[in-house]
């Protein structure tokens, strides 16, 4: 199919992207990498009257390492930029490591990681990998700047706390903790297939080589990502040879309500989801006993 008809404008610098976005509100829809939204548009699943092409906003697209640590990241950085970085590679290996799950390089050369966040699809990776990072978004609209947490971002299906009048412009990564260690894994249908089921691992150890943090995140399971509260509690306070893995896997599969679709059964979600998260934790719980060493 094609396309219906709209209006395309190609703006040189954020203001008069911004401008476009204040104008026509709801009616535009931004393109930058297009990997999500060109389908859409030739299945007449989006029918935008405006389209606001993004890609000439070079300074959109960079990966900075403040001299505090951590990382800043330009909206319209391409992921395959960032799964070959060495600044993304030290400061977040966590999301060096989860690029190569997302599609395929030839998808990965042209989305990218502002594109990924403002879709906001359930079952994609970097939305539950922002949310363990404590990532900070930067929205900017014609009239104002400000700053969204990870947590706070993503509210429903496909759908985000932006405004309609707002371009994601920088994503802000903290600093790695020294005693951190992470774990990313899903199951999908085949290798670049968007994940039936995954999770995302963030765990901290304190100098008596007990938790002192832990992140869970499923993703594919809902409407957005999920942090597992019950199961993180599990896991905290606790040295790292009293946690019961068993236990922890068993809370997430208890306390998940997934959905059921045409690729895998509720039941089938929880299931997984339990043996995912015993897995990237026995992982994440070893890399941080290397990193405290």
Not at 48 to 60: C, M, Q, S
Not at 101 to 115: D, M, V
Not at 137 to 143: E, H, N, T, Y
Not at 212 to 224: N, Q
């Amino acid at each position: 199919m094609k396309p219906a008809p709209f209006a395309y404008f190609a703006p040189q610098e954020i203001d008069e992207a911004l401008e476009l976005l204040e104008q026509h509100g709801d009616e535009a829809k931004i393109l930058a990498g297009g990997q999500s939204l060109m389908p859409l548009l030739s299945l007449r699943l989006a029918r935008p009257g405006v389209i606001v092409d993004i890609n000439r906003l070079a300074n959109l697209a960079f990966i900075r390492k403040p001299v505090d640590g951590g990382l800043t990241l330009g909206a319209l950085t391409r992921q395959r930029a960032l799964e070959r970085s060495p600044d993304v590679a030290s400061q977040s290996p966590l999301l060096s490591a989860t690029m190569p799950f997302i599609a395929h390089f030839q998808i990965r050369n042209r989305g990218t990681l502002g594109g990924s966040l403002a879709h906001a699809d359930p079952a994609a990776e970097l939305p539950a990998v922002a949310l363990i990072l404590g990532a900070e978004l930067v929205l900017r609209s014609a009239r104002a700047e400000r700053v969204v947490q990870a947590q706070d971002f993503f509210l429903g299906y496909m759908t985000t706390a932006m405004e309609p009048n707002e371009l994601l412009t920088e994503i802000r990564i903290p600093a790695l903790r020294p005693k951190a260690g992470w774990a990313i894994e899903e199951v999908a249908r085949r290798r670049g297939d968007f994940a039936m089921v995954g999770v995302a691992i963030m765990v901290e150890l304190n100098g008596n080589n007990a938790c002192r943090d832990a992140r869970i995140a499923l993703f594919g399971v809902g409407e957005k990502p999920e942090r597992m509260k019950r199961a993180e509690q599990w896991v905290r306070g606790k040295a790292v040879r009293e946690i019961q893995l068993a236990a922890v896997a068993q809370a997430v599969s208890d306390d998940l309500r997934p959905l059921s679709d045409v690729h895998a059964s509720a039941e089938y979600r929880k299931e997984v989801a339990g043996v995912l998260t015993r897995r990237a934790l026995e992982n994440a719980l070893k890399r941080a006993q290397e990193a405290a060493s």
